[in-house]
């Protein structure tokens, strides 16, 4: 399922001229190493960041939550959830915590949900999330919305 009228392609910068360039060669990579290392406050950011700036990339136009439900009605429920990436990207390029995060004693990402991961991420409702599976799933949204082109 691609995104109708995504086709938005950009001047080379470092070799990336398309979204779909931008999440194969940026997001899945910084990705891949977070989950390798998901105690890693540097990798989390990064990932979240980087998967976050793909939405306003490919819409050429700053996130909303009005605006994701627009394009995205099926996904409703993601919203927050890039909302929560946009409060955690811009708080810190701002200096100011608009999202709670926090470590605790962890294992690795490859082991069953039933073990703690080191990483957490605080929704405005209370809700804690293990961040690797709150950026996994801003990840898996745009592995179904990209094409796989290579």
Request: charged share 25%; proline share 4%.
């Amino acid at each position: 399922m691609g995104i109708s009228g995504y086709k938005m392609t950009h001047t080379s910068s470092f070799d990336i001229t398309s979204a779909d360039d931008f999440f194969r060669k940026i997001v899945i990579p910084q990705y891949e190493d977070f989950v390798a290392n998901n105690s890693s406050s540097r990798h989390a950011l990064l990932s979240t960041i980087v998967a976050y700036h793909l939405y306003e990339w490919v819409h050429s136009t700053k996130f909303t939550i009005e605006h994701f439900k627009s394009k995205y009605p099926q996904d409703e429920s993601l919203a927050n959830v890039f909302e929560l990436a946009r409060n955690i990207t811009n708080g810190t390029k701002h200096f100011e915590s608009k999202a709670k995060t926090r470590t605790q004693k962890g294992f690795s990402s490859s082991f069953c949900d039933g073990f703690a991961r080191p990483l957490v991420v605080e929704f405005p409702d209370g809700l804690e999330v293990p961040a690797d599976k709150f950026i996994g799933k801003l990840v898996a949204f745009w592995r179904d919305k990209l094409p796989q082109g290579e």
